[in-house]
């Protein structure tokens, strides 16, 4: 299964809490769940070193966590609920994790998948993603064909901030590579 958005990928934390028995969804655990979408994030976690699945099995040893009661629902820690809570994106879901002072922080920077010096708002994202998508139909519909960008489906949006995240940090960072 391919995890595109934030709510698949909050899904798929959930599954695999409820598959292992545990109680708390931490960062350890989105981490594990942002390794496996086809995404920017995945992209960078890949190429910086979480190449083996093993390396992401590993990632949920580190946590102690407690068993999860019949009956329960897994629950998020605190810190990974400021998270993903409003998150926009996966590879967003990622800035955040490389920005709190959590587990998951830890293991990304003893691979040495940094953040990147200088970031873009999400309010300069939302506008370059949004002005990405109207000009990226300029060669091959006409305007009036395209959708209100309130109106395009969440997977493309998300797909399209993470292009324009990536961008304007190369651009504020005076770099082509942003992890």
């Not at 708390?24 to 992209?43: I, K, N, Q």
């Amino acid at each position: 299964m391919t995890y595109k958005t934030v709510k698949d990928i909050i899904c798929s934390m959930d599954r695999i809490a409820r598959e292992r028995g545990l109680k708390w969804m931490d960062s350890t655990m989105l981490l594990y769940a942002l390794r496996w979408p086809e995404s920017e994030a995945e992209r960078i976690l890949r190429y910086g070193g979480f190449e083996q699945v093993e390396d992401a099995y590993r990632l949920m040893e580190r946590f102690d966590n407690e068993p999860l009661a019949e009956d329960e629902n897994p629950r998020f820690t605190p810190v990974a609920f400021r998270l993903v809570e409003g998150a926009g994106s996966p590879l967003e879901l990622l800035r955040r994790i490389q920005r709190t002072d959590c587990t998951a922080r830890q293991i990304i920077r003893e691979y040495g998948i940094l953040p990147s010096e200088h970031e873009p708002s999400n309010g300069q994202v939302e506008r370059a993603a949004e002005t990405g998508y109207f000009l990226s139909a300029h060669s091959t519909s006409s305007y009036g064909n395209l959708k209100a960008w309130d109106k395009v489906k969440q997977t493309s949006k998300e797909k399209w901030r993470e292009w324009a995240r990536l961008m304007l940090e190369a651009t504020l960072n005076g770099t082509e590579e942003t992890f």
